[in-house]
């Protein structure tokens, strides 16, 4: 897949399930896409992004050693994930815990008269009535915002214990039902009444927030690469916050993990993508040589040559444009009323402004390269969310499509849905009204596989409920802990292989703690947009928990939401 100006094309689909999956077949392949690209739809790539298995490293490093004009960048949305890896790695605690934290929510759900007291006390309270919202996608961050969730109802789980256990023992209303039923009860209650439990899961919550938001951040369909650097960097922050002594496992392997990632960044992109996004300060960076004006012009300079193969000539016109600037005068003299805007940063489309409306000129040497560096998207989301709408057709009924087909339909698929963002049509079919849930409402289970067929979602819950086992994937430790575990078998994939090319001599090469000023206060606005856009996704997954009541008669999800909530 490649994407232009915000919008992602599938250039091919290549079954290589009967090849050797090495680095050298990988360049194969790489290399047949490019002149694809090149002779049938008139695009020259600047950017090659795939995940980071050590196969697949290898494979762009030895593209850009036949190709350095080549920006080849890790997918950071996996890179994030890895990180995620490394803190389940030091932390084995949250597997005892959230699998509580599971159990209980499972339990909740299944009773839907104690749902009706929770709300009632929510509302007694003078609080908005918040849904149990059980987490049964297959994105980590989904079960984090179940588990903040829970948080959020802590005080009316612990009021409605309270107020249960002053009723008399024969009209008990959480303890009822058979032999069997009770002794749950008993237990789930205990869970609610336990401190430790619910400090272990503020624990989880304030480890995996900045995880989350960092996450979110990444997987984005177009992430710059000056975002990915911003994000180590709030990253890093957070967690070398964490001082108390039961933390300093957690915190020595994630502040190692950040560092692992970003030293295999071809260092230069990243930071030149920071210098050319007006709406970032290099006062939040240290003073290091290469931020002075002219370590700023040995960097560009570099970087266009190797990307344009450019010589001495541009030298005069970059140097004379990057003092221009940083002090805001000649053509960047609107720069400080830009930024003053306050309004959503998107530094392309401010140097696309500097374009002559309808006649075809060259940018000159500073701002063609802002464009080139700017325009690179630092993650391979695309191909995913390509490869989970395959899994949603390549059902029972339709499994024998062939691959040119499959990619068609899918491909089709997600042109409608791009057409639906287009004019609006998916927000609007989203916009659901919030009224009184029944008893009787049933589940709905998100995400699904598309392979199997559907089950009765509430008898399924409630036997799997009673044997303590997580319904959304029937494992006892529960599908969160089973992605802790697939995360960990990733950094084993992560592995680079012992005759992996190295990067272009003279690069930069900095840690991240000595790269930023952490003693300056930066980065706030990047974080709530983030922030934000988790506490949406939150809420998404409360409307589809909670059955909301369609506008004009609309009943359940359409496509478009449910691909939405698969990860599409």
Same mark, same amino acid.
């Given at each position: 897949?490649?994407?232009?100006?915000?919008?992602?094309?599938?250039?091919?689909?290549?079954?290589?399930?009967?090849?050797?999956?090495?680095?050298?077949?990988?360049?194969? &392949?790489?290399?047949?896409? %490019?002149?694809?690209?090149?002779?049938?739809?008139?695009?020259?790539?600047? =950017?090659?992004?795939?995940?980071?298995?050590?196969?697949?490293?290898?494979?762009?490093?030895?593209?850009?050693?036949?190709?350095?004009? $080549?920006?080849?960048?890790?997918?950071?949305?996996?890179?994030?994930?890895?990180?995620?890896?490394?803190? +389940?790695?030091?932390?084995?605690?949250?597997?005892?815990?959230?699998?509580?934290?599971?159990? $209980?929510?499972?339990?909740?759900?299944?009773?839907?008269?104690?749902?009706?007291?929770?709300?009632?006390?929510?509302?007694?309270?003078?609080?908005?009535?918040?849904?149990?919202?059980?987490?049964?996608?297959?994105?980590?961050?989904?079960?984090?915002?179940?588990?903040?969730?829970?948080?959020?109802?802590?005080?009316?789980?612990?009021?409605?214990?309270?107020?249960?256990?002053?009723?008399?023992?024969?009209?008990?209303?959480?303890?009822?039902?058979?032999?069997? =039923?009770?002794?749950?009860?008993?237990?789930?209650?205990?869970?609610?009444?336990?401190?430790?439990?619910?400090?272990?899961?503020?624990?989880?919550?304030?480890?995996?927030?900045?995880? =989350?938001?960092?996450?979110?951040?990444?997987?984005?369909?177009?992430?710059?690469?000056? *975002?990915?650097?911003?994000?180590?960097?709030?990253?890093?922050?957070?967690?070398?916050?964490?001082?108390?002594?039961?933390?300093? #496992?957690?915190?020595?392997?994630?502040?190692?993990?950040?560092? &692992?990632?970003?030293?295999?960044?071809?260092?230069?992109?990243?930071?030149?993508?920071?210098?050319?996004?007006?709406? &970032?300060?290099? =006062?939040?960076?240290?003073?290091?040589?290469?931020?002075?004006?002219?370590?700023? +012009?040995?960097?560009?300079?570099?970087?266009?040559?190797?990307?344009?193969?450019?010589?001495?000539?541009?030298?005069?016109?970059?140097?004379?444009? %990057?003092?221009?600037?940083?002090?805001?005068?000649?053509?960047? #003299?609107? &720069?400080?009323?830009?930024?003053?805007?306050?309004?959503?940063?998107?530094?392309?489309?401010?140097?696309?402004?500097?374009?002559?409306?309808?006649?075809?000129?060259?940018?000159?040497?500073?701002?063609?390269?802002?464009?080139?560096?700017?325009?690179?998207?630092?993650?391979?989301?695309?191909?995913?969310?390509?490869?989970?709408? +395959?899994?949603?057709?390549?059902?029972?009924?339709?499994?024998?499509?062939?691959?040119?087909?499959?990619?068609?339909?899918?491909?089709?698929?997600?042109?409608?849905?791009?057409?639906?963002?287009?004019?609006?049509?998916?927000?609007?079919?989203?916009?659901?009204?919030?009224?009184?849930?029944?008893?009787?409402?049933?589940? %709905?289970?998100?995400?699904?596989?598309?392979?199997?067929?559907?089950?009765?979602?509430?008898?399924?819950?409630?036997?799997?409920?009673?044997?303590?086992?997580?319904?959304?994937?029937?494992?006892?430790?529960?599908?969160?802990?089973?992605?802790?575990?697939?995360?960990?078998?990733? $950094?084993?994939?992560?592995?680079?292989?012992?005759?992996?090319?190295?990067?272009?001599?003279?690069? %930069?090469?900095?840690?991240?703690?000595?790269?930023?000023?952490?003693?300056?206060?930066?980065?706030?606005?990047?974080?709530?947009?983030?922030?934000?856009?988790?506490?949406?996704? @939150? *809420?998404?997954?409360?409307?589809?928990?909670?059955?909301?009541?369609?506008?004009? @008669?609309?009943?359940?999800?359409?496509?478009?939401?449910?691909?939405?909530?698969?990860?599409?």
């Amino acid at each position: 897949m490649f994407a232009v100006e915000g919008k992602v094309y599938t250039v091919r689909v290549h079954d290589a399930s009967l090849e050797r999956k090495t680095a050298e077949n990988l360049l194969k &392949l790489m290399l047949e896409v %490019i002149e694809t690209l090149k002779q049938k739809w008139g695009v020259v790539p600047i =950017a090659f992004v795939t995940d980071a298995s050590g196969e697949s490293r290898k494979a762009r490093r030895l593209l850009q050693q036949l190709m350095p004009m $080549l920006i080849t960048p890790d997918c950071y949305a996996h890179q994030v994930n890895l990180i995620v890896g490394d803190y +389940f790695k030091v932390d084995k605690g949250f597997l005892k815990y959230s699998k509580q934290a599971t159990e $209980l929510i499972t339990w909740l759900r299944s009773k839907t008269f104690v749902l009706a007291l929770i709300r009632q006390i929510q509302s007694e309270n003078g609080s908005h009535p918040l849904a149990i919202i059980r987490a049964v996608l297959t994105r980590w961050t989904a079960h984090y915002l179940a588990y903040c969730r829970l948080l959020e109802v802590k005080m009316a789980l612990k009021s409605l214990v309270l107020k249960d256990s002053m009723r008399p023992t024969n009209d008990k209303l959480l303890t009822t039902g058979d032999k069997k =039923a009770k002794a749950k009860a008993k237990a789930m209650i205990k869970t609610i009444e336990n401190p430790q439990f619910w400090s272990a899961i503020e624990r989880m919550k304030k480890h995996l927030e900045p995880l =989350a938001i960092a996450a979110n951040i990444m997987q984005a369909a177009f992430c710059r690469l000056d *975002e990915v650097l911003l994000t180590f960097g709030n990253l890093y922050r957070a967690f070398d916050c964490l001082t108390e002594p039961a933390d300093r #496992h957690v915190r020595k392997a994630v502040l190692s993990s950040i560092e &692992l990632r970003w030293s295999k960044c071809d260092q230069d992109v990243f930071i030149a993508a920071w210098i050319f996004n007006m709406y &970032l300060s290099l =006062a939040w960076l240290k003073q290091l040589p290469f931020f002075t004006i002219q370590g700023i +012009f040995t960097l560009l300079s570099r970087l266009h040559q190797r990307f344009f193969n450019s010589g001495p000539e541009v030298n005069v016109s970059l140097m004379e444009d %990057i003092q221009n600037y940083f002090n805001q005068r000649g053509r960047f #003299h609107m &720069l400080g009323a830009i930024k003053d805007t306050k309004q959503s940063p998107d530094p392309l489309a401010v140097y696309n402004m500097f374009a002559f409306p309808g006649q075809a000129t060259d940018d000159p040497p500073f701002i063609r390269l802002a464009k080139h560096i700017l325009s690179v998207t630092a993650n391979s989301a695309s191909c995913e969310r390509l490869f989970s709408v +395959f899994g949603n057709t390549l059902t029972k009924l339709r499994s024998r499509l062939s691959t040119t087909t499959l990619s068609n339909l899918a491909e089709l698929k997600m042109l409608v849905r791009d057409e639906h963002i287009r004019f609006g049509e998916s927000q609007k079919r989203l916009k659901r009204k919030f009224g009184e849930t029944t008893d009787e409402a049933p589940v %709905i289970q998100i995400a699904q596989p598309a392979t199997t067929q559907i089950p009765s979602v509430q008898s399924e819950d409630m036997e799997a409920e009673e044997e303590g086992i997580d319904a959304s994937t029937g494992q006892e430790d529960g599908a969160f802990a089973s992605m802790a575990t697939e995360m960990e078998q990733m $950094l084993q994939q992560d592995e680079d292989l012992a005759d992996l090319p190295t990067l272009p001599e003279g690069n %930069i090469s900095v840690k991240i703690v000595d790269l930023f000023d952490f003693t300056k206060d930066w980065g706030h606005s990047h974080i709530e947009t983030a922030r934000q856009s988790l506490a949406e996704e @939150g *809420e998404l997954l409360e409307l589809v928990d909670r059955g909301g009541v369609a506008e004009d @008669g609309e009943d359940g999800l359409d496509p478009i939401t449910e691909a939405v909530l698969r990860g599409f």
